[in-house]
């Protein structure tokens, strides 16, 4: 009867690979910083070779941009929420004498 139940289950087995799969490159598409800098590398190629005009470079590497700096911006708020992670004095705005001392020279 197991060999009956596999033999159904195989198709649902085989989708849930196929959906986990696509998946796993939405997340890096959306979170992997080095493929979004190859992306814009990819779109300034592009622009350089003139296969695409300036409004559409313009417009792709925004978005391209945001994402970047959400990824960046999510990465520094885990290093933040770490146990020991502290931010710095310029981060809190809370300098001491040593940071103002730095900003005057």
């Not at 990824?71 to 933040?80: D, H, I, K, N, T």
């Not at 809190?92 to 900003?103: L, M, N, V």
């Amino acid at each position: 009867m197991l060999l009956v139940d596999d033999l159904l289950a195989l198709p649902f087995k085989g989708l849930f690979g196929i959906f986990q799969k696509i998946s796993e490159m939405a997340d890096r598409e959306f979170t992997d910083e080095a493929y979004i800098q190859e992306k814009l590398l990819e779109l300034q190629l592009l622009y350089e070779m003139d296969e695409i005009n300036e409004e559409e470079y313009d417009r792709q590497a925004a978005v391209w941009e945001a994402r970047l700096n959400a990824v960046r911006q999510a990465e520094g708020e885990v290093e933040l929420e770490g146990d020991e992670a502290v931010p710095g004095p310029e981060a809190t705005g809370r300098g001491g004498a040593e940071t103002e001392t730095r900003r005057a020279a």
